[in-house]
Structure formats: C-alpha cells, structure tokens
C-alpha cells in the first residue's frame, strides 16, 4: 500500500513564499517520477510539476520560475518550493506516484493566497 502524506499549506498574502512536503511510503523512491498538482475551487485538478528518478524536472507554464521541485533520496519526501506566491496559486495541492500501473494521490494541502 503506498502512502503519501502532504504537508506545508496555509495562508499566505501575495508574494510570499511557501514550501510543501510530501513524505511517500513507496519504496524504492528513487525510481519513481513524483508529481504535484493542484485544483482551484470550482476548476478541474491540473499538474503543477514533476521530477522523475533521475532528477529531470517540469513545470506547467504558469508556475515556472517561481516555484522549484525537489526530492530528498534520505527523507522519501519530495518538496515544492513556492516563491511570489499569487492569488491565483490558491487550492489545494496534491502529491501523485504511479505505482504498478495505479495512481496514488495524496489527501492534499490548502495553500491560499490572499491579503
């Protein structure tokens, strides 16, 4: 059974910086690409970025260049670092792997930006 277990949200106004955690329980980590995605209230769940198992990363067009993706091998965890945070950055954001041909998400974390 894989687990992965977000953390990290919360209220920030515009400009300011959070980071996610998510601890995974799929072994070996290393293997596996780990996504983020995230929905906006009343729109559909899209991806904000991936980094695979060799460290290759990508990020949907609105996020690229404020927000960085990262994995610590030692912790399971991959991070999403996000600077000159907008209003329009706001939902609840989600940890994904693709394990054996099935997709395991997080239970999310709200990230809201606003003054």
């Known amino acids: 059974q894989v687990q992965l277990v977000e953390s990290g949200g919360g209220l920030v106004q515009p400009g300011g910086s959070l980071r996610l955690s998510c601890a995974a329980s799929v072994r070996p980590f290393n293997m596996y690409t780990m996504n983020w995605h995230r929905q906006a209230p009343g729109k559909q769940r899209e991806l904000v970025a991936f980094?695979?198992?060799?460290?290759?990363?990508n990020y949907a067009d609105s996020v690229r260049g404020r927000f960085t993706i990262s994995r610590d091998k030692a912790k399971n965890t991959v991070y999403l670092q996000m600077n000159s945070l907008k209003p329009e950055d706001t939902g609840v954001y989600y940890c994904?792997?693709?394990?054996?041909?099935?997709?395991?998400w997080g239970q999310g974390t709200q990230v809201t930006v606003s003054s």
């Open positions: 994904k792997v693709r394990y054996s041909g099935q997709d395991y």
């Open positions: 980094i695979t198992n060799t460290g290759n990363t």
